[in-house]
């Protein structure tokens, strides 16, 4: 089975997961619920599960475990999402080729809607990963994902990237503030499928690690590419609003080019931390390769 399958079928596989535990839109508050629905069912790439599949059958584990925290880092990916497309932050009117919350509800209703999903996340991540997982890596899971969602991680990153709308950052600044804001919740996914293993060794998690500090920074700097290359269809969110808000970004320092072959430096490093995985593995080299020549 190749990457493309997989992802067709880990997808498949989380979407069913995701839409049992989101409230159903019947229930009251209807309009909240219908709102968190509409923002997290609404197709994406869903790369952080993916993640947490393919991290943990490269550790051999049965994916089918792996749904509760699959499901609680794609809800917190999307609470992100739908904060990020406000007026206050980026204002955005398209998410994923549709209106953004805030444009097909309301500002209110999109506020609360984040804010809901976070604490779904971790609702579900407690009540439900007992089932599957011992008291400890449950504990470990909930702190891997609460410090990549704060102020230490994606919070604090978007806080960074707040503060530097119109200013020059250097190289080592720009990184900073992606290794938060991207990279924090691409880690947690990893780590995540990690942790469901009751025989990860420190070896194998720090290679683990290491993989997806480098792809959670090659994601961003292909973000930025795309966001001068690709086109809103193609996208399915405004192309160039990056440079409409004079945000730093890796081409606008470094040069389309240097871009291109930062994202390439990226890989090899991802690629290599695998050094002494076996084929089980391979899915997750091809993610690192996906994630650098995607056009979306």
Known sequence: MDLKQLMQAYQQQV????????????????????????????????????????????????????NVPACAVELVHAYSLVHDDLPAMDDDDLRRGKPTCHKAYDEATAILVGDALQTLAFQILAHHAPQHFSSLQCIKMLEALSIATGSRGMAGGQAIDIDSVGRELNIAELENMHIHKTGALIRASVQLGALGSHTIDDERLEKLDHYAKCIGLAFQVQDDILDIESSTEVLGKSQGADMAHNKPTYPALLGLQEAKDMAQDLLEQALNSLTGFDEQADPLRWMARYIVTREY
Do not use: C, W
Not at 39 to 64: C, E
């Open 15 to 66: 979407d069913t997961a995701l839409a049992g535990f989101l409230p159903a839109s019947t229930l009251q508050p209807t309009r909240l619920h219908e709102a968190m629905r509409y923002s997290v069912l609404n197709g994406g790439k869903r790369v952080r599960p993916l993640l947490v599949y393919l991290t943990g059958q490269a550790l051999g584990l049965d994916t089918k475990i792996l």
